[in-house]
């Protein structure tokens, strides 16, 4: 079975960096997309943008693009989710989800909570 | 980017009814739509994928219908665990939309 694995709850202060991560216990990582999906608090869902472990292609929302880097490394089935200077209305919870080529997203991890308060 | 308009925004019914959840798209998405279902405090789960295509496992009390621009989710003979929110997606072009989500209220 899918799982993935979400790094734990995270407390910073705006300007801080951050790198969240998920990680993919299957044996297929190199053959999805991973995508990255924000809730604000008591919002809907927002989808980020989503990246293709195995060469690393990666797509971008437009409300998301050059706010965060998606990125992953193949070796350890892990995609990450990064800011360099975090803004109060970064605070969220974060999902990472799996979609093949073609497909719509079926396996999600369980959420990291970030949180930016000075 | 392409615009997802889901409606209503919130349903108020009652045990054992009948509710239809509506997505409409901004342009031909053909059937690449997907519907889910999120528990508060839970992350979101898959219901139906390729705008008809139930997800094994999911209650045979959903189904989704629709190609093209207009999509819906059926639940039929609602359960207390069915009031909850249900989000729709767009998974035809990037970047990926979903729908702003409809909140299901016992009556």
């Known amino acids: 079975e899918v799982q993935l694995v979400q790094s734990g709850a995270e407390v910073k202060k705006p300007g801080e960096s951050l790198k969240i991560s998920c990680k993919d216990s299957?044996?297929?990582?190199?053959?999805?997309?991973i995508d990255w999906v924000r809730q604000m608090p008591g919002k809907g869902l927002e989808w980020m943008g989503s990246i293709y472990p195995a060469d690393s292609d990666t797509r971008y929302s437009p409300s998301f693009q050059g706010q965060v880097t998606i990125s992953a490394d193949k070796s350890i089935n892990t995609a990450y989710l990064q800011w360099s200077s975090l803004k109060a209305s970064d605070t969220a919870m974060y999902y990472c989800?799996?979609?093949?080529?073609?497909?719509?997203?079926?396996?999600w991890g369980q959420g990291t909570l970030v949180t930016v308060s000075s | 980017d392409i615009q997802m308009t889901q409606s209503p925004s919130s349903l108020s019914a009652s045990v054992g009814d009948r509710v239809t959840i509506t997505c409409r798209a901004s342009q031909d998405i053909r059937s690449d739509l997907g519907w889910y279902q999120q528990q508060p405090g839970r992350a979101p789960k898959r219901l139906i994928y390729t705008a008809s295509s139930l997800q094994s496992g999911v209650s045979s009390r959903f189904s989704g219908s629709g190609s093209g621009t207009e999509f819906t989710l059926t639940i039929s003979g609602l359960q207390p665990e069915d009031f909850t929110i249900y989000y729709c997606?767009?998974?035809?072009?990037?970047?990926?939309?979903f729908g702003q989500g409809t909140k299901l209220e016992i009556k």
């Open positions: 299957g044996n297929n990582f190199g053959s999805h997309w």
């Open positions: 997606l767009q998974y035809n072009s990037y970047p990926f939309t």
């Open positions: 989800a799996r979609h093949y080529g073609g497909w719509s997203l079926d396996s």
